[in-house]
């Protein structure tokens, strides 16, 4: 006579202990699928209480099933507002420290194309100065007819 194996369903979790030369199927939902053998021996599995049967079954269903963590923790995903919030915060700082350094570039961009115009023409601050009088002039003048 064959050693009883620890079988269970990888779909609802059921078990029981059947000959292992025996390729059962789930009794209780009728996966169509066999059920899967324990990694562990029948005595090994009897000397569990039955909460220790219940968490190495989990654990295993789990292992063989990687959707079935992303099904259980996808609502928790969806509605954890802490977590979006803060990874929302983070991107909103690293936002800002990006539009500072572009403010800055176009700052300086804009201050060095002054620098060249007037290098260009050849006015100083001081003629530059002289010219944005004459303008003030020009217009209190035209202004006054």
Not at 71 to 95: D, Y
Request: proline letters at 4%; one cysteine or more; aromatic letters at 10%.
């Amino acid at each position: 006579m064959r050693e009883l194996a620890v079988f269970y369903c990888p779909k609802c979790g059921y078990y029981a202990y059947y000959q292992t030369s025996r390729h059962p199927q789930c009794p209780r939902c009728c996966h169509p699928d066999v059920m899967h053998m324990a990694r562990m021996y029948y005595k090994e599995f009897m000397d569990m209480g039955c909460r220790e049967r219940d968490d190495y079954l989990a654990q295993e269903i789990m292992k063989d099933n990687p959707s079935f963590l992303k099904r259980i923790n996808a609502p928790h995903k969806r509605f954890n507002s802490r977590e979006i919030i803060a990874e929302m915060n983070i991107e909103i700082m690293r936002l800002d420290t990006e539009n500072k350094i572009l403010s800055d570039t176009v700052k300086w961009m804009h201050d060095t194309i002054w620098e060249m115009i007037r290098e260009q023409k050849g006015y100083t601050d001081q003629s530059a100065a002289q010219i944005v009088n004459n303008l003030q002039d020009d217009k209190s003048t035209h202004t006054d007819h």
